[in-house]
């Protein structure tokens, strides 16, 4: 399934309507403004830095929880095996 929406590929929901070719009749266009906008200025240093800070943290936090999860999970497993064993 990866693969194949990494090639684009997908399946429409329900099918399209065939649109005739040839001329089609125009559509009027739509009046477009042009707006000045601020330039780019980058974060502060301290925004930066809290952002990396904070993302580390999350990081690690996540890690540690996987890390426990799994820890719990191959104890029980090794536990439930080996109480077979014994049966």
Not at 8 to 19: E, I, L, M, N, S
Not at 35 to 56: C, E, G, H, K, M
Request: glycine share 6%; proline share 6%.
């Amino acid at each position: 399934m990866l693969a194949l929406l990494s090639l684009g590929w997908r399946k429409t929901a329900r099918a399209a309507p065939k649109v005739p070719r040839g001329r089609r009749a125009s559509r009027p266009g739509t009046a477009v403004t042009e707006v000045a906008v601020p330039s780019y200025r980058r974060a502060p240093i301290w925004r930066r830095l809290w952002a990396l800070t904070t993302a580390s943290a999350l990081s690690v936090l996540t890690g540690a929880i996987i890390a426990i999860v799994l820890a719990v999970g191959v104890s029980w497993g090794v536990t439930t095996l080996s109480d077979m064993l014994k049966r």
